[in-house]
């Protein structure tokens, strides 16, 4: 698979303020890759110094294709309307106007609304489709849905999930780790201007050896005295909870005692640690 973006020992500073220390990564063609980090993490420079916005000190970036740039905090001027900063982001992409588009990202009842007029997640959705004029190869979206409603992210998040089906390249920095969960091939974590993690959000939980909660529901309670794969936690609503670091190894060893005892097992429910607790887990690391 081809390479959209490469990053190679970036290093930025503001004075004596390491903000991104030597990272490294690639993003192929046709991926959706996540940027994650806390408040201060670097995310946002990295993104800022591979969009050619900001200066970096040391590294080099190849960027593999046309850019659409959705920034985290951006402006237009207050009287402008909706409709009018489409037209004049496509005459200076020199494309089209497309209805299509406008309809997509909710700007079709907003089109003839002055900016200062527009809520703050109307505003979103407008910098959203400005970064999509010009039919970019890779978009990148620092805090896409911030603003949004419950309806707006979901359109939103179907929305680049067709991008990807044309074969774009998506590079997001979100703090919305369900949205993270959902939509990106992998992620990044950054903390303290470092690489802290890269790879799918699976292989985080396997990387941090996270515990997994078993429940199971029998029609006599198991008697359990030596368990080798599982530790008891005790009883909730008629289910037995054991957790775990290994959910086979457990599952194989329950459901032996289970038919050992001669008892039915009526229900099993396995739990993972979630991706935003994981995330948790490394802030925290972070501030010691």
């Keep these: ?20 220390n030597g990272i490294s990564f690639a993003v192929n063609h046709g991926e959706i890759f996540g940027l994650l980090g806390t408040n201060g993490a670097g995310k946002t ?33 207050a009287n402008i309307k909706a409709i009018e900063a489409v037209n004049l982001f496509c005459k200076w992409n020199k494309v089209p106007v497309n209805v299509e588009s406008i309809n997509t990202f909710g700007l079709k009842e907003i089109k003839n609304k002055q900016y200062k ?24 979206l620092d805090e896409p849905t911030a603003g949004l409603d419950v309806e707006g992210r979901v359109s939103l998040h179907e929305e680049i999930r067709k991008l990807k089906l044309q074969g774009k390249t998506i590079i997001m920095a979100s703090h919305d780790m369900a949205e993270v969960e959902s939509l990106c091939d992998r992620i990044a974590i950054l903390k303290q201007g ?8 699976n ?13 199971i529901k029998t ?7 030596k ?10 609503q008629d289910y037995s909870l054991f957790s775990s670091r ?43």
């Design 194 to 201: 470092k690489i802290a993690f890269l790879g799918i959000s």
């Design 117 to 140: 007029e527009l809520s703050t997640g109307q505003k979103r959705r407008l910098h959203l489709a400005l970064a999509m004029i010009g039919d970019p190869d890779i978009i990148f």
């Design 203 to 215: 292989e985080l939980t396997l990387e941090i050896g996270g515990q997994s909660r078993i429940s």
């Design 219 to 225: 029609s006599i309670p198991l008697h359990t005295p």
């Design 227 to 236: 368990l080798k794969e599982s530790i008891y936690e005790g009883e909730e």
């Design 45 to 77: 420079t990295t993104l800022e110094c591979i969009e050619g916005i900001r200066k970096y000190d040391s590294g080099s970036i190849i960027v593999n294709g046309k850019a659409g740039v959705q920034l985290q905090s951006s402006s237009l001027p």
């Design 246 to 288: 290994s959910i086979s190894n457990a599952l194989l060893e329950l459901l032996t005692i289970a038919i050992e005892q001669q008892t039915t097992v009526l229900d099993i429910k396995i739990e993972r640690a979630t991706l935003e607790q994981r995330f948790m887990d490394i802030a925290k690391e972070a501030e010691v």
């Design 1 to 20: 698979m081809s390479v959209a973006l490469k990053v190679e020992s970036l290093i930025k500073s503001y004075g004596n303020n390491t903000v991104i």
